[in-house]
C-alpha cells in the first residue's frame, strides 16, 4: 500500500494567499486531487485568507473502482 492510498478522499486548503498556498494547491493535484467548486476568499483585517476544497476519485484510491 502506498502512502497516497492513506489519502483522504475530501480536503479542503486553507491559508493566506500567498505562493505557498498555490504550491500546496499543486501539490494536492499532482497527488491526484481534483479541484471541487470555487475557491473561497475573506479578510481576517489583516490578509486575504483564500480555501479550496480537492477531492480524489475512489477509482484513484488503492485500484477501488466506483460502483
Not at 481576517?44 to 476519485?57: N, P, T
Request: proline share 6%.
Amino acid at each position: 500500500m502506498s502512502d497516497q492510498d492513506d489519502l483522504p478522499r475530501y480536503r479542503l486548503l486553507t491559508g493566506p494567499d500567498d505562493a505557498d498556498f498555490c504550491r500546496r494547491v499543486s501539490e494536492a493535484l499532482a497527488q491526484g486531487y481534483r479541484l471541487h467548486g470555487s475557491p473561497t476568499m475573506t479578510f481576517d483585517g489583516r490578509r486575504v485568507i483564500v480555501g479550496q476544497a480537492v477531492v480524489r476519485d475512489e477509482g484513484r484510491l488503492g485500484g477501488v473502482t466506483p460502483v
